[in-house]
């Protein structure tokens, strides 16, 4: 698949996020990188990898070892790998806090959103979703003060 195409298939994705909860964003949002970054590591890995390694207790299992070893191999710069443990952080905030009221204002979301480096990355991929996100729910959902 070329890049065109591929950012062509993400379109749902992005889609999807206009009438998510933060809660479901942050967490779909998590799911979709980790995925992202699995599929970057088989691509470089041999074709009859056993499944172990990416499930259970496996070695690359967590979100947190797939962003490790992508930035270990050279797979993502230092900025993409720091942006990932905010993002991942962030998830786990929202998928383990039982508290209903946890929204992307949020003082400890906010604050590790407003790390962040590359906000703008998500900003210019906004035109690939069959209805764009507002510039509130983006502003919303990437929380830069």
Request: proline share 4%.
């Amino acid at each position: 698949m070329n890049r065109a195409d591929e950012m062509k298939s993400l379109k749902p994705f992005f889609s999807s996020l206009q009438n998510e909860s933060n809660r479901a964003c942050a967490v779909l949002a998590g799911a979709f990188l980790d995925s992202r970054l699995e599929k970057l590591l088989r691509k470089a890995m041999v074709p009859t990898l056993s499944e172990d390694l990416f499930r259970g207790l496996g070695p690359l299992s967590s979100f947190s070892a797939k962003i490790c070893i992508t930035f270990s191999l050279g797979f993502i710069s230092n900025d993409e790998q720091a942006d990932l443990h905010v993002i991942r952080k962030i998830r786990n905030e929202f998928a383990h806090e039982l508290d209903h009221e946890l929204s992307f204002d949020t003082e400890v979301v906010a604050n590790r959103a407003s790390a962040l480096h590359m906000p703008d990355l998500f900003k210019s991929m906004n035109h690939l979703a069959d209805k764009p996100l507002s510039d509130e729910r983006i502003q919303e959902i990437i929380t830069v003060p």
